[in-house]
């Protein structure tokens, strides 16, 4: 053993003695460097390692140490302080044996990803902000040093086909999702522009899948905490800030995916409907929904304070919840009590056929909107387990009126084009108007029956730069700040143009819910607090707004939904397949056989 180690390292010696090896680790990542590049013991042999010519402390904790044996050394993060010459020496006897590393750092626009065998990951990558996207982004693979193959989802002529979805075509946001991973899936990847243009590193481990947990709610089938402080003056304006947050959050992440088009949504909506799944969610899927609608993890008032909010904007804004499940599922008498409470939605049975359902769905989707909206969905696909929904309807009268008459006047659209459109039009209309330095736009305020008020923010020019400028300003503390100011600005006369808009838009609510960081919504929610027996999955978001400016006032509706169907894990033997019959008593096989054609 000995005398084959020494063999070893005389060759090692004249192989290894000059050579440096030099590798490029990613911020962030893991390194194990080894002394030496076979496996041996080296009982009594003096190893050490050094850092840019200083001993490295084999006690030494932070990024670097050196593992008991003294034949590896971990750095762990990676950082750029990590960068420099590593030298390992061993000295034994009268032979000596030097091996150098000379580690670089790659840049920090890298992000290390651990991921399991056979499940999904997100591989994130975004164009700047103020960039018009007009070619999606490229992918790439570090195959060797220097040598790189490119990880098109369109080419089905490599194993990525299939396992490989670009979710936001044309968007800022360029992530890709690979699923079902295989362990050759580690490495680097590079996300460029169509130019070149570097946008992103990712640096996938994958790690060995471990063994499925069965589902169970064990430990998580208790109704959501009492709201303890009922009267608090706490708990209005917690909730006010999270809205504000949540949908200036929305608005941004749907002007990434609709830059220049009309866009439309009700965040009081969506933000509606998922709280109340907050309501039946529990451990993990409850901390992302509180995230996603940007509520403390400790605001257990949440529900209490959305049922205030509900009858204080009774008089001008409705909103309605509902819930419907499939018979054969049996949500949790609290969940159905607190349901009822908060959100005055007691869970509905779904009826037989999807025509049926739809019928049901809609029509009460009308009936809440006030026919504003009459269609949401066109089937109800038998699997469906559970659909939540919640609608609003708006209707508000100027408190000054515009002048009857038809009028028509021209809108200048992004492109310079003009279009002919009726208008509302006043000459001495009494409004709030100022310029709001902090959003770079003209702001002027219409005051409307039921204490409300639409704000219309005029960028500087029809250019579309100028507009993105606007929206990147447009923080919440920006829009709350620009609100008090309006509100404390004295009317005055002005002239009044305004388009007759009639907006209906339905937003894509999936990659919504995706931006919000609940795609493990899709992969099977933890419910518990709702329902116990088996997982469920999200498999369709939807929401839909509409908004019409009339001579009388502005009508708007929106409704948003969450359908989820049950998860199974599937097993499908409809394929040949062998078997083993076997007595588990005994420990001896009984039969086997093959079945390719049953
Ligand atoms: C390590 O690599 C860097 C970059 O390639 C180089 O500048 C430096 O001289 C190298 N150091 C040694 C000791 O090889
Ligand atoms: C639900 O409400 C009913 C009727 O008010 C009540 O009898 C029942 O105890 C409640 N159940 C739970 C679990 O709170
Ligand atoms: C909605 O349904 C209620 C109860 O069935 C009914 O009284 C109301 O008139 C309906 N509203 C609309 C707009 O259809």
Redesign the pocket.
């Known amino acids: 053993m000995r005398l084959q180690a020494i063999l070893c390292i005389l060759l090692q010696l004249i192989f290894e003695h000059s050579s440096c090896t030099h590798l490029r680790a990613i911020s962030g990542s893991t390194l194990e460097l080894p002394c030496l590049s076979f496996q041996t013991d080296f009982n009594g042999a003096a190893i050490t390692w050094k850092f840019n010519g200083k001993d490295i402390d084999a006690q030494s904790s932070g990024s670097v140490r050196v593992k008991k044996d003294g034949l590896h050394l971990y750095i762990s993060p990676v950082t750029a302080a990590s960068e420099g010459e590593y030298v390992c020496l061993v000295k034994e006897d009268n032979m000596e044996m030097i091996r150098m590393y000379n580690i670089t750092v790659a840049a920090s626009t890298g992000y290390t990803i651990k991921v399991t065998e056979g499940s999904k990951v997100h591989l994130p990558c975004h164009f700047p902000p103020g960039i018009q996207v007009v070619a999606n982004a490229l992918w790439f693979k570090e195959t060797d040093v220097g040598q790189r193959t490119r990880v098109n989802p369109e080419d089905d002529s490599t194993d990525y086909f299939n396992r490989l979805e670009l979710l936001y075509p044309l968007d800022r946001d360029q992530t890709i999702l690979l699923q079902d991973i295989v362990m050759e899936d580690s490495g680097i990847y590079h996300c460029e522009s169509a130019d070149g243009e570097k946008l992103s590193t990712l640096y996938i481990t994958v790690e060995a899948a471990p063994t499925p947990v069965p589902h169970s709610c064990a430990g998580f089938t208790t109704?959501w905490e009492p709201c303890q402080d009922v009267n608090s003056r706490t708990g209005e304006p917690v909730l006010q800030e999270s809205m504000a947050e949540f949908s200036m959050k929305l608005y941004s992440y749907l002007r990434e995916s609709y830059p220049s088009s009309n866009l439309l949504f009700s965040p009081i909506s969506i933000s509606g409907v998922l709280s109340h799944l907050l309501l039946g969610a529990r451990d993990d899927t409850r901390k992302a929904i509180e995230r996603a609608v940007c509520v403390p993890h400790d605001f257990h008032c949440v529900h209490f304070q959305m049922k205030k909010l509900r009858e204080k904007l009774a008089s001008s804004l409705q909103i309605a919840s509902q819930i419907y499940y499939n018979p054969q599922m049996n949500p949790s008498?609290?969940f159905t009590?607190q349901s009822i409470q908060f959100y005055e939605a007691e869970p509905t049975r779904l009826l037989e056929t999807s025509e049926e359902n739809v019928q049901m769905i809609n029509s009460w989707v009308a009936n809440k909107t006030k026919n504003k909206i009459t269609q949401l969905v066109d089937s109800i696909p038998p699997s469906t387990q559970l659909i939540l929904l919640n609608a609003v309807s708006f209707s508000g009268q100027w408190k000054a009126k515009f002048d009857m008459k038809p009028k028509k006047g021209h809108f200048t659209k992004l492109n310079g084009d003009l279009v002919k459109v009726p208008i509302l039009y006043q000459q001495r209309y009494m409004a709030a108007m100022a310029q709001v330095v902090e959003l770079k736009a003209q702001v002027a305020r219409f005051a409307l029956s039921g204490d409300s008020s639409l704000y219309i923010l005029l960028p500087r020019s029809n250019d579309v730069t100028e507009l993105q400028q606007v929206e990147e300003k447009m923080t919440d503390t920006a829009v709350r700040q620009m609100i008090e100011q309006m509100k404390t600005t004295a009317t005055q006369h002005i002239e009044v143009t305004l388009p007759q808009i009639k907006l209906d838009v339905q937003p894509d609510m999936n990659i919504l819910i995706k931006k919000l960081g609940l795609s493990s919504l899709f992969e099977g929610a933890n419910l518990c607090g709702l329902y116990s027996e088996d997982k469920v999955v999200l498999d369709d978001a939807r929401h839909r707004a509409f908004l019409a400016l009339t001579v009388d006032g502005v009508e708007a509706g929106a409704v948003s939904s969450l359908s989820f169907s049950r998860s199974y894990l599937s097993f499908s033997a409809m394929r040949p397949f062998i078997l083993l019959l076997w007595s588990d008593q005994a420990n001896v096989p009984l039969f086997i056989g093959r079945v390719t054609d049953p």
């Open positions: 109704a008498e609290s009590n």
